[in-house]
């Protein structure tokens, strides 16, 4: 089956750095991608990982480890405006065709 | 210019009523999605067509029909509509079928069924 675990609320403080972890049971995987979604807006991508290790971008940085199925978005320097949730999507081949499956989403709240 | 359009942006509609939503994007994408997402937020694929063609049909009642008249554009229609069916619509787009190079999604069509 397709699972996607990721947990639902974390809090932080501004300035400070916070680790979203992702951890995902699928078959036929070919990437990972991370989306940030503020209430009631559109999903927005983040990252893309599709080979085991570290992609760093700006202030936000992704990590995959595809023997753990596990993944994690890095956010650093955090703003006010990075509250928001984060959506964590396997590419599956499953089927014959590529999707994205997401899970949940962990919604991040940032504090003063 | 907005990539992705959705309209309307919010559906209020009585049970049993017939609605659609229309979608279209400008980055000239051959792909294009249908996502639900629910009050829990999961979000879920419903459909994908690539240049007018169905190539994604997920386990979705038969009353969802989705019509793409050209690559650009990507409607959902709904039928005999049931309280179950309220959530938020995401049409989004992708360069093509691979999407390795992630999807754009619209701003969503919140459907309330009442």
């Known amino acids: 089956g397709q699972n996607i675990d990721q947990p639902t609320e974390m809090t932080a403080t501004e300035g400070a750095i916070v680790q979203i972890n992702c951890t995902y049971q699928t078959s036929g995987f070919n990437g990972l991608f991370w989306y940030q979604q503020h209430a009631g807006e559109a999903p927005t991508f983040l990252s893309y990982?599709?080979?085991?290790g570290l992609e760093e971008k700006g202030r936000f940085s992704s990590f995959l480890s595809r023997s753990k199925g596990y993944s994690y978005l890095l956010l650093k320097e955090l703003q006010m405006k990075d509250s928001a949730s984060y959506l964590c999507a396997v590419r599956s081949t499953k089927g014959g065709y590529n999707k994205l499956i997401f899970g949940a989403g962990t919604r991040l709240a940032v504090h003063p | 210019d907005t990539a992705v359009s959705q309209t309307p942006k919010y559906l209020v509609t009585q049970m049993g009523n017939d609605k659609s939503i229309k979608c279209e994007q400008n980055l000239g994408h051959d792909t294009m999605y249908w996502y639900k997402q629910d009050s829990k937020k999961f979000l879920k694929i419903m459909f994908s067509?690539?240049?007018?063609?169905?190539?994604i049909n997920e386990t979705v009642p038969n009353r969802f029909s989705p019509k793409s008249p050209d690559k650009a554009h990507l409607n959902l229609h709904i039928n005999s509509l049931e309280l179950g069916d309220s959530a938020v619509y995401f049409c989004a787009s992708s360069p093509n079928r691979d999407g390795n190079y992630g999807y754009t999604f619209g701003s969503g069509t919140r459907l309330t069924v009442v």
């Open positions: 067509y690539n240049n007018k063609e169905l190539i």
């Open positions: 990982n599709v080979l085991d």
